[in-house]
């Protein structure tokens, strides 16, 4: 089995210097839409609370670091899936960004088997936007999809393949969080099925949800 992981938000939550979050474009799209958000809105940093970053990285465009808050027991749960799949870090994140953070959760090497990342997706520019989005295409890591697990925050990220998806709560520093040991018994039972999509398309029915986001959508416009 595969299972690919989201980055920002899902993995890390990582905190843009003050002076420089309006350049946050390397992080996933959403991420830095909603660390921009975040911070109009007034929201107090986690470095302002006090808390500590479990590993800042110097980025070259960049005048200060970014300080990257991992969630609750990523380690112990990294391992863990390493021993019953391949792990592969899926991210529209910029490629020396997400380098970065994933030397940081795997600092040996031996637990990542593949990093997909800004480069490895596709670039989308229509309706006028300034910055491109990005999608997520599974096809890209030739593996089977029948055996193939998507974790991410993000729903758009489930466009292409919405039977693949597992859909993770946003994490942006919770201490309390236990979101990743809590989807381990669910991806432990998934190694034994021959098609992972038959169980989480019944389960989450992301496709169903997708559609009824584009309605809502169009019903607003």
């Known amino acids: 089995m595969t299972i690919c992981l989201d980055m920002d938000e ?30 109009q809105e007034g929201r107090v940093s986690l470095e302002q609370q006090g808390r500590d970053a479990d590993f800042e990285i110097d980025l070259p465009y960049l005048e200060e670091p970014v300080k990257a ?23 529209t994140a910029a490629d020396g960004y997400a380098a970065e953070v994933s030397r940081h959760l795997d600092p040996t090497g031996s637990l990542f088997t593949a990093i997909f990342s800004r480069s490895a997706c596709r670039a989308d520019s229509t309706g006028g936007a300034r910055e491109p989005t990005y999608t997520k295409d599974l096809a890209a890591l030739g593996r089977p ?29 919770d201490v309390d969080d236990r979101a990743l040991p809590a989807i381990i018994p669910l991806l432990r039972g998934l ?5 992972v999509r038959l169980v ?12 009824g986001a584009v309605r809502a959508e169009r019903e607003k416009s």
Do not use: W
């Open 191 to 195: 190694e034994r099925e021959t098609d």
């Open 69 to 91: 808050y991992k969630r609750p027991l990523v380690d112990d749960f990294l391992q863990e899936m390493s021993l019953i799949a391949d792990i592969v870090l899926f991210t």
């Open 200 to 211: 989480l398309k019944a389960k989450y029915r992301v496709r169903e949800q997708l559609l």
């Open 10 to 39: 899902c993995l890390v939550y990582t905190e843009v210097p003050e002076t420089s979050y309006t350049s946050s474009s390397f992080k996933e799209k959403r991420g830095a839409d909603a660390y921009r958000r975040l911070t």
């Open 145 to 173: 999809l029948a055996r193939t697990v998507m974790l991410d925050d993000n729903f758009s990220s489930f466009l292409k393949h919405p039977e693949n998806g597992v859909p993770m709560v946003p994490f942006y520093g």
